[in-house]
């Protein structure tokens, strides 16, 4: 089992930036993948961005260019670094891992690539 808590969600304001956080505990010694997803109010869960150990990324369409994915194995947390927000940005976001590992190496964006996740931590850009 691996448990997830996220943070570092708030409200800003559109063009400016937050940074998210996710803790991991548990089996981490054993995850491959790492994700964060995000939920907008009436739309299904879309993933934003991946990162396999080996530090292979992806990203979501449209996050590419704004927002950064990356780890510190030392102390078992996943970042998200969102920069120039927009209000099409707000949602719940939601960290995930994954003991196996994605085809190519790739982290993969889809949810059933994922089998923990956390409670997720809201998002808010106002214009």
């Known amino acids: 089992q691996v448990q997830l808590v996220e943070s570092g969600g708030g409200s800003v304001q559109s063009g400016g930036s937050l940074r998210l956080s996710c803790a991991a505990s548990?089996?981490?010694?054993?995850?491959?993948?790492m994700a964060w997803f995000r939920r907008a109010p009436g739309k299904e869960r879309e993933g934003v961005a991946g990162?396999?150990?080996?530090?292979?990324?992806s990203y979501g369409e449209s996050v590419k260019g704004r927002f950064t994915i990356s780890q510190d194995k030392a102390s078992n947390t996943l970042y998200l670094q969102m920069n120039t927000l927009k209000p099409e940005d707000t949602a719940m976001y939601y960290c995930?891992?994954?003991?196996?590992?994605?085809?190519?190496?790739?982290?993969?964006?889809?949810?059933?690539?994922?089998?923990?996740w956390g409670q997720g931590t809201q998002v808010t850009v106002t214009v």
């Open positions: 548990g089996r981490t010694y054993s995850v491959a993948r």
């Open positions: 990162i396999a150990t080996g530090g292979i990324t």
């Open positions: 995930a891992a994954d003991h196996r590992a994605g085809i190519g190496l790739l982290p993969g964006l889809g949810i059933n690539d994922y089998t923990y």
